[in-house]
């Protein structure tokens, strides 16, 4: 009876790779993923897409299938990310300096976008993340 159970499971495995469910990554959102990390999300779409060899629409496509986001999207949150780890670096930011720093055109900018994805100001943000345990990631 056990055994049967393996092997139902092992069946299961092997039908939901086959439905790929479980297939290999897509190496151009790898290597986009890779370019939007290094630049922690403050590159332009020309260069994200560049050397590629695909059309923005494939690529757009590709990656939006792979992480339900577009490349845009996901540069968006990392650059957010990248501007939230430098302000806990900070006891007090400078917010200004910070929004220069991480990519960001001004300071309104920088705030425009926390309160469209975090619904606060930076500042607030600040203040909710200064409260948290961090672990490894400043």
Same mark, same amino acid.
């Given at each position: ?36 990390? #290094? *630049?922690? &999300?403050?590159?332009?779409? =020309? ?8 059309? +923005?629409?494939?690529?757009? /496509? ?37 929004? #220069? *720093?991480? &990519?960001?055109?001004?300071? =309104? ?8 994805? +975090?619904?606060?100001?930076? /500042? ?15």
């Amino acid at each position: 009876m056990r055994e049967s159970g393996i092997q139902g499971l092992n069946e299961l495995i092997a039908r939901w790779s086959r439905e790929k469910h479980f297939s290999a990554p897509d190496n151009v959102v790898v290597e986009l993923t890779q370019r939007i990390l #290094a *630049a922690e &999300g403050d590159i332009s779409v =020309a260069a994200l897409c560049a050397g590629l060899g695909l059309s +923005y629409r494939q690529i757009l /496509r590709r990656f939006y299938e792979a992480t339900g986001l577009t490349p845009k999207e996901f540069a968006r949150l990392r650059r957010l990310r990248h501007a939230c780890v430098e302000a806990l670096r900070k006891a007090a930011p400078a917010w200004a300096d910070l929004s #220069a *720093a991480t &990519g960001f055109s001004d300071q =309104a900018h920088m705030t425009r976008e926390f309160q469209d994805i +975090y619904g606060w100001t930076p /500042r607030l943000v600040h203040e909710y993340l200064r409260r948290i345990e961090h672990r490894d990631t400043v």
